[in-house]
């Protein structure tokens, strides 16, 4: 199946610096990038829609301005957790959808667990 | 009311085991349905779409009833590496592709 690299797998930080997070669509081509977060024993919460070449589409309730997301190509996607705080700590998952695909399928990265100190 | 509900379990069964869970969506409008995987602090993984007529692919048997707008996913000859957290995915109508989750249910496959 299609491959999505997410890094760093783990990051540590202090409050108030920012964290920047990757997700590759390694063998395929992907307009649409999706950025989910899940606290423990929760469901996956999708925060934002990452569309290539324009801005991303945020669900209710998440600060754009907090959660910065870069769609410049159609392989790379980041979210950056700007001014990180210990709320902020949680499972941050990627996911891209198959470019001309009917059956929406999406492919997960590894995710990204945030401890903010 | 939540979009999807599941029982969160765990449910715990011995090896060979049958084990059923069922899954309600409240979007009526709702496309696709899927049944994804998660293992402890890892990604989801498709494990199945779920279709009208139902499916089954090896020991796994997926139903979806729209009338009464649940999902279903049955595991026979359960194994131990089937121990995960089983999560119910709903697509609604509209575009963005955006699946919704189940907080899932986990599973516990004991020898």
């Known amino acids: 199946g299609a491959v999505v690299s997410q890094h760093p797998s783990w990051v540590i930080c202090k409050s108030g610096t920012s964290v920047k997070i990757e997700c590759r669509s390694l063998d395929f081509q992907a307009t649409t990038m999706f950025w989910y977060r899940q606290f423990p024993k929760q469901s996956l919460m999708l925060m934002a829609t990452s569309n290539e070449g324009s801005k991303a589409t945020y669900e209710q309730g998440v600060e754009k301005d907090k959660f910065l997301i870069n769609h410049a190509s159609l392989t790379l996607s980041t979210l950056t957790v700007t001014s990180a705080h210990p709320e902020d700590s949680s499972f941050y998952i990627c996911?891209?959808?198959?470019?001309?695909?009917?059956?929406?399928?999406?492919?997960f990265g590894a995710g990204t667990r945030l401890s903010v100190l | 009311r939540k979009e999807v509900e599941q029982d969160p379990g765990p449910f715990n069964v011995p090896e060979g085991a049958t084990v059923a869970f069922n899954c309600t969506y409240s979007?009526?409008?709702?496309?696709?349905f899927f049944w994804y995987r998660q293992d402890c602090r890892k990604e989801p993984k498709l494990l199945m779409s779920?279709?009208?007529s139902g499916n089954e692919d090896g020991r796994f048997t997926a139903q979806l009833n729209r009338a009464s707008q649940y999902i279903s996913l049955l595991i026979r000859d359960s194994k131990l590496s089937d121990s995960a957290t089983y999560l119910c995915v709903v697509k609604n109508a509209g575009g963005g592709n955006k699946l919704t989750f189940g907080t899932g249910t986990q599973l516990k496959v004991e020898l």
């Open positions: 779920v279709y009208s």
């Open positions: 996911s891209a959808r198959v470019t001309g695909t009917a059956k929406n399928i999406q492919y």
């Open positions: 979007n009526s409008a709702s496309q696709s």
